[in-house]
């Protein structure tokens, strides 16, 4: 399994923005697609972005489309969240995790960060 | 795709059989896992492919369902268990269910 590391949350203000990454170690980064996943204090787990191994191919979540941009440095072993005009609802524990054939056709989150705190408030 | 999980919320006590449920808003097939959340921690995968157990997930949980309609099953509740647990569709795109907190 691969030891995946957030970082860069923190307070920032409404429509103000914030760059994640998250490091990880202990596997061929570059083999594997990776999310960003969120959960708003309390709540459940929302699926933000995925992008795929090559980095070419990006999805986003109709709620992040157009203000976050996902991306990746595979010689860094770093995965990146831009996160542009962010409002209160923004407010979460943002996760990475590795997307991993569990058997031939069939991925899974594999692996998951610690998460980083991210809060929207002026 | 919705994913609506029944119920919200359960009580159950250790030794007990327990059931919880995820339905699709449309066909699925198959593409269906289960993970299990415990406070303060990030979630852990369970069950794959609606029916495969993950490797180091215990035996004691088992998945079935395709199409529309998944449940996930824990034999013998153990103390360890009592957490929450997410249905997620990787059919078109992704999404989870809204959880199932499984109290004592």
């Known amino acids: 399994q691969v030891q995946l590391v957030e970082s860069g949350g923190g307070v920032v203000q409404p429509g103000g923005s914030l760059r994640l990454s998250c490091v990880a170690s202990?596997?061929?980064?570059?083999?594997?697609?990776m999310h960003w996943v969120r959960q708003a204090p309390g709540k459940g787990l929302e699926w933000v972005s995925f992008?795929?191994?090559?980095?070419?191919?990006?999805y986003y979540a109709d709620s992040v489309k157009g203000r976050f941009t996902i991306s990746r440095d595979n010689p860094r072993n770093t995965l990146y969240l831009q996160m542009d005009s962010l409002s209160a609802e923004d407010t979460a524990i943002y996760y990475c995790?590795?997307?991993?054939?569990?058997?031939?056709?069939?991925?899974?989150?594999?692996?998951w960060g610690q998460g980083t705190l991210v809060t929207v408030s002026s | 795709i919705q994913m609506t999980q029944s119920p919200s919320s359960l009580s159950a006590s250790v030794g007990d059989r327990v059931t919880i449920t995820c339905r699709a808003s449309?066909?699925?097939?198959?593409?269906l896992n289960w993970y299990q959340q415990k406070p303060g921690e990030a979630p852990k995968v369970l069950i794959y492919?609606?029916?495969n157990l993950h490797s180091g997930a215990p035996s004691r949980f088992s998945g079935s369902g395709s199409g529309t309609d998944f449940t996930l099953t824990i034999s013998s509740l153990q103390p360890e268990d009592f957490a929450t647990y997410y249905c997620?569709?990787?059919?078109?795109?992704?999404?989870f269910g809204q959880g199932t907190k499984l109290e004592i």
């Open positions: 997620q569709q990787s059919y078109s795109l992704y999404s």
């Open positions: 492919a609606a029916s």
């Open positions: 202990g596997t061929i980064f570059g083999r594997f697609g």
């Open positions: 995790a590795s997307y991993v054939a569990a058997a031939v056709g069939q991925y899974c989150f594999d692996s």
């Open positions: 449309q066909s699925i097939r198959t593409y």
């Open positions: 992008i795929r191994p090559d980095g070419i191919d990006k």
